[in-house]
């Protein structure tokens, strides 16, 4: 059975850093690319990170240069360092992963597992 379990969300003020986590069990890990998504009230899903088999990344035009993805293969972690957090990045951030090995698209249809989500809040 897989199960993808995420965990790290909160509320933070404007400005603040928080960092998500993702435990992968029941798939062999380093043979999956990942990727967090995330979906705010009244928007789709949306994209954020993705990182694949070659630890090659891609980030959403709205979080480059404050998102940091990154996995640990050993431990079978997905992380995603977010800093200088804006009101905009709240929403429920997703755990998902692809059979694609070589940078697949940040489209949800491209990715078979996901987690059930944990929230992120950022007040101004």
């Known amino acids: 059975q897989v199960q993808l379990v995420e965990s790290g969300g909160g509320s933070v003020q404007a400005g603040g850093s928080l960092r998500l986590s993702c435990v992968a069990s029941?798939?062999?890990?380093?043979?999956?690319?990942m990727a967090w998504f995330r979906k705010a009230p009244g928007k789709e899903r949306e994209g954020v990170a993705t990182?694949?088999?070659?630890?090659?990344?891609r980030y959403a035009d709205s979080v480059k240069g404050r998102f940091t993805i990154s996995r640990d293969n050993a431990k079978n972690t997905l992380s995603l360092q977010m800093d200088s957090l804006k009101p905009e990045d709240t929403a429920m951030y997703y755990c998902?992963?692809?059979?694609?090995?070589?940078?697949?698209?940040?489209?949800?249809?491209?990715?078979?597992?996901w987690g059930q989500g944990t929230q992120v809040t950022v007040s101004s």
């Open positions: 998902a992963a692809s059979g694609i090995m070589v940078m697949p698209p940040l489209e949800e249809h491209q990715y078979y597992y």
């Open positions: 990182i694949d088999t070659q630890r090659n990344t």
């Open positions: 029941g798939i062999i890990y380093s043979r999956y690319s």
